[in-house]
């Protein structure tokens, strides 16, 4: 389509970056109350590692390596094929990640065992886990609407088979991509009103309060605190300082908060933080998924 733009590059780097960032910084409190964190840690503003994987100050978790699963897979393929996308996740289980939530297990074991790219409808799949691995699809189908709903849904069902599931994963995406876009603020507002008239579920003002791994808990915590603060910095202590799915919010909010603030703004303490070879992979990758949406 046209020449890569350094700030389109700065902001998918941002979102990428950012996805990793808040994976690494919200692990160490995932799964704890707001009370523990506080009793134990004060605020958590730092990416020390610990928590309940024992993680190494800057390792990430399913969030971030699940992403460059999927991610390789469309590199590799210029573009989407979801038997790939299936073998990636496959390959990913195999090289037994720190963690796998219990949809994506049971997912990747069908998948395993029938070769099928969709499990049935499940109650049990409203978790949070297709949504949290969906930007290499955003950025790869920037500038095509048609593509990014059938490959969001289509790499979403290998595992999760869920209406809330799906309209959370493409909801985020949307968002994503206008901030992606540089639509700023107002296309965040835009796609989440959108997203919250198609579907009342998502609601998120007043904000309940609950930051569970439930897809609708964890969208309302992160559009939430995203539209609440702008800064970055500031806005992913607050989400990940909610606990529980700690890891995920911080990685959701830490997406679309790098995506409107660009990689350039990011912390430098907490992006030296990060594991060298992720930040690696992020960039080289980051660079091959706008090329698929005719950047560079
Ligand atoms: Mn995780
Ligand atoms: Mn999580």
Known sequence: ????????????????????????????????????????????????????????????????????????????????????????????????????????????????????????????????????????????ALHDDAAFEAWTLAQARITHNHALSDAGTLGLGRIARRLLRGDGDAGLRAEADALVTRWPAFRHTPWPGRASGYVVDTVQTVLHHVLAIDDFEACLIAVVNCGDDADTTGALAGMLAGARCGAQALPTRWLNRLDAEVLRQIRAQTLGLLRIAGHG
């Not at 998918?12 to 808040?22: S, V």
């Not at 160490?28 to 109350?33: C, D, N």
């Not at 707001?34 to 990430?60: F, S, Y």
């Not at 029938?114 to 978790?127: R, T």
């Open 1 to 140: 389509m046209s020449d890569l733009h350094p700030a389109l590059l700065d902001r998918a780097l941002g979102a990428y970056l950012g996805l990793a960032i808040g994976d690494a910084l919200g692990a160490t409190v995932e799964f704890m109350t707001p009370r523990e964190i506080a009793a134990n840690l004060g605020v958590h503003r730092d990416i020390t590692g610990g928590g309940w994987l024992k993680l190494r100050a800057g390792q990430v978790t399913d969030d971030t390596t699940m992403s460059l699963a999927l991610g390789d897979a469309l590199v590799a393929h210029n573009g989407f094929d979801a038997r790939a996308v299936a073998d990636a996740f496959a390959g990913w289980l195999r090289g037994k990640p720190v963690d796998c939530g219990n949809a994506c297990r049971r997912g990747i074991r069908r998948y395993l065992a029938d070769g099928s790219l969709a499990g049935p409808y499940n109650e049990g799949d409203g978790g949070n886990g297709a949504a949290m691995r969906n930007l290499p699809v955003v950025i790869a």
